[in-house]
């Protein structure tokens, strides 16, 4: 077999770009900004999920994730609820699998897939196209060729893990991966998955960075990206726009990260030490127990900074000023 290099060009914009998220990173990892806060950690890894979810069509609310992640009862299509199982379960094995191995794909595709696809774990039989409506815009490689084309990408990526940044690596598998199209079904989410494989392999603090919840703010333009790069048969293009995706996410890290610093006051702390884990509390229930008369001056001092610090979460994310909005202290 021989030797192959996916189709792609260094730019200046790539460069300037991996430097300011390997600043970013540091600053991130050298304060233990995030090992220090688990709540931060596990609200990130849950937006995670529910964004890669959502991107792939699963109408289940950023709430009712968090309630099935958390073992509770959820009104919902058995499917949806299999989909958040599963990729938690796929989620939480970044720490055991190497992303440089194509059996592990394999593994974490058929724990992606469990219960929910016949080929799950397994290579494509069947040939696969994308379609946007009745049309198709792209069609995959045949069916024949996907085990040689992953041996080859995976190749590739072994053979040059030591000269081509992770950054650029992760993203330049990213798109292969959506060009090779090699499972059935599932393969939005590995992906996405896989691409924070690579940078958790880098550097552990990706296993918290939402990168997906990003995506999905900008997904008609990561498919403008994808059928950009088919058009023109390189991943430049997507490479610079991931990067991008990236740095802001981290952005809105630091700026999280930030608040909870200055949001963990005396007040906060009143508030958190009147509340009891699983119990949720309506707004005067916490102003009584707070011995508080001043609706506004709870919100303020108490209530936004501990919800906004990570702190505290509404019952109902989706719904803020709904009249049966309830606050629960952070798992």
């Not at 959820?74 to 440089?100: C, D, H, R, T, W």
């Not at 509404?314 to 202290?329: A, E, G, V, W």
Request: aromatic share 10%; charged share 25%.
């Amino acid at each position: 077999m021989e030797n192959y290099t996916p189709p792609y060009t260094i730019s200046n914009k790539m460069l300037s770009l991996v430097s300011e998220i390997s600043d970013k990173v540091s600053r991130l990892t050298y304060n233990g900004s995030l090992e220090a806060r688990p709540h931060l950690r596990k609200n990130n890894k849950i937006r995670s999920i529910h964004s890669s979810l959502a991107i792939e069509a699963n109408s289940l609310s950023l709430g009712q994730v968090k309630d099935v992640i958390n073992n509770k009862m959820v009104l919902g299509e058995q499917k949806e609820i299999q989909e958040v199982k599963n990729a938690y379960e796929a989620y939480e094995m970044l720490s055991v699998i190497n992303p440089f191995n194509v059996s592990d794909l394999k593994k974490l595709h058929s724990v992606m897939t469990k219960y929910l696809v016949d080929e799950s774990g397994e290579f494509r039989k069947g040939e696969e196209g994308v379609f946007s409506g009745d049309r198709c815009i792209f069609m995959a490689p045949p069916a024949s060729l996907v085990p040689e084309l992953m041996e080859q990408l995976f190749s590739f990526m072994n053979e040059q893990r030591k000269e081509v940044h992770p950054l650029i690596m992760s993203a330049v598998f990213h798109y292969e991966f959506v060009f090779i199209h090699p499972f059935s079904d599932g393969n939005g989410r590995m992906a996405r998955l896989w691409h924070t494989a690579l940078l958790y392999n880098w550097k552990p603090v990706f296993e918290y960075i939402p990168i997906e919840s990003q995506i999905e703010k900008f997904q008609q333009d990561y498919y403008e990206a994808i059928a950009k790069c088919h058009i023109n048969g390189d991943s430049n293009f997507f490479i610079e726009f991931m990067l991008e995706q990236i740095d802001n996410v981290l952005d809105e890290l630091l700026e999280q990260v930030k608040s909870v610093d200055v949001d963990y006051s005396a007040y906060t702390k009143k508030l958190v030490d009147v509340m009891k884990y699983d119990v949720a509390y309506t707004a005067k229930e916490l102003m009584e127990l707070l011995d508080l008369k001043s609706r506004s001056s709870f919100r303020e001092n108490y209530l936004i900074p501990a919800i906004k610090g990570g702190f505290v979460e509404m019952t109902l994310p989706d719904k803020p000023n709904s009249r049966n909005q309830r606050y629960i202290l952070t798992n």
